[in-house]
């Protein structure tokens, strides 16, 4: 007991004095200027935050005795994990607003008391976060949330929550829309002209196809879940990995995959479409230049910003009618923010704004067994080692609908789902009332599309 009480004090000394160390280094010129995105709280940040999320750091010369060193790289792993500022303050776009998902993180650990932890404290007292501190950074986020991300639509006692009510549309230019959704209906796509994207992405299916994997082009299957096109606009990045940076290079992924719709590049593509004189003459009104791989995803691009459900009964209640929901499913949505789920699900679609780690808490991968390609998540696309099991929060709007879960589609339930992300994202079990009481919040995120309730068969539990 004595052994292990030194080695716990030598850690989080080591850290505490880690801190000073990483503080001089984030205030390197190489990323200072970004630090404007936290202009209301970068003292803070830079002092309290920056030593346990930021890559940037070395540790110190005595990390190096035996023991210590394993203990404070796993510390530090564990923080980047579960939120790297480095994402913000480093690789991101220095001109674009600090994003929603880390807003969110910001804010729970704030709430709840829980950064920095408690064995950091016990040594470094100096680390603790002041009330004032504390309301600076809610008041941060608050201000962050209301020039960069309000939709204007959501009543002022709900204007600060971590998500928004969907408008009830998108800037468009419709003749592009027109020609997209035809694009999007027309299995010319496909290599055999037997599959369409709306094959996988089936309208009365809310926007997927219920299956496990779906079937490509010579009843082929691929390992990852299709997710849903529905509210896909709101989405930060496209697909689980999020190689597509937007909606049209993830239009122009499916029609040249070999096992979804295996065509061999754009002239195959074009070379049928040509032949559709009325179609072509449409085409070449809109698009000058005529056919080509580009103005094609474009043109389905933009029909996809149209695949909207507003109107949920959610969004009613944000927007200020209490009646919308009961008291059950108010209690569901708080429990919802109380277990961290709304520090991911976040934005106007519940999602679609970082990429999370499976086994943050615990190892889902060796508790399911059968491993899959696309468990590697988003390693895929940028080939960082960081990046292994991290996938793109999915957008849980319709979420009743859109079953199976999970990008590997082995979840069949809500009530799982829940109790999945409780005991592997968030590390807190959710009891079986309470998970009852989230079900019966995140029923209410089903939507209108073209002012209908949209059509699906709920999931049973």
């Not at 209301?146 to 928004?164: I, K, L, S, W």
Request: aromatic share 8%.
């Amino acid at each position: 007991m004595k052994d292990w009480k030194r080695m716990f004090l030598c850690s989080v000394t080591a850290a505490a004095a880690l801190t000073a160390v990483v503080a001089q280094q984030a205030s390197a010129a190489d990323i200072k200027p970004p630090m404007a995105k936290f202009s209301m709280v970068s003292d803070v940040v830079m002092e309290k935050c920056m030593a346990c999320h930021s890559r940037n750091y070395d540790l110190p010369f005595y990390a190096k005795i035996p023991g210590i060193r394993q203990i404070i790289e796993q510390d530090y792993r564990d923080g980047l994990r579960a939120m790297d500022l480095n994402a913000e303050l480093v690789e991101a776009d220095a001109s674009k607003p600090v994003g929603e998902t880390t807003l969110a993180k910001m804010e729970w650990v704030i709430n709840n008391n829980t950064m920095p932890p408690a064995k950091f404290t016990v040594v470094h007292w100096s680390s603790r976060l002041s009330e004032e501190e504390k309301k600076l950074i809610r008041d941060w986020v608050r201000t962050t949330r209301a020039e960069f991300y309000a939709t204007g639509t959501a009543a002022p006692r709900h204007a600060n929550e971590p998500v928004q009510p969907i408008p009830q549309s998108l800037p468009v230019n419709a003749a592009k829309v027109a020609l997209g959704e035809k694009l999007f209906n027309d299995k010319r796509l496909s290599a055999d002209d037997t599959l369409a994207c709306s094959g996988c992405h089936v309208y009365d299916k809310a926007g997927t196809d219920n299956s496990r994997f779906s079937e490509g082009i010579r009843k082929q299957f691929g390992d990852i879940n299709a997710p849903t096109v529905f509210n896909a606009a709101f989405n930060r990045w496209q697909f689980w990995d999020g190689r597509a940076a937007d909606l049209q290079e993830q239009a122009g992924g499916p029609p040249m995959n070999p096992i979804e719709m295996g065509s061999k590049n754009w002239e195959e593509i074009i070379a049928k479409l040509e032949k559709d004189e009325a179609l072509s003459a449409e085409f070449r009104a809109v698009y000058a230049d005529g056919w080509n791989g580009k103005n094609i995803t474009d043109a389905i691009a933009e029909y996809e910003k149209t695949l909207l459900t507003p109107n949920s009964r959610f969004d009613k209640w944000l927007m200020g009618d209490e009646s919308a929901l009961s008291k059950d499913e108010v209690k569901g949505y708080e429990l919802f923010k109380l277990y961290r789920c709304a520090s991911c699900h976040v934005g106007k679609g519940l999602g679609g704004q970082s990429f999370e780690y499976m086994d943050l808490k615990a190892d889902y991968f060796a508790d399911r067994g059968n491993p899959l390609g696309s468990d590697k998540g988003r390693i895929g696309a940028t080939n960082k080692e960081e990046d292994l099991h991290r996938f793109k929060v999915p957008n849980l709007r319709n979420v009743e609908l859109t079953h199976p879960y999970m990008h590997d589609g082995t979840v069949t339930t809500l009530d799982e789902s829940v109790a999945i992300m409780g005991k592997y994202l968030s590390g807190i079990p959710v009891s079986d009332a309470d998970r009852k009481l989230i079900v019966s919040f995140l029923r209410t995120l089903t939507g209108e599309y073209q002012g209908k309730p949209l059509t699906g068969k709920p999931v049973e539990r």
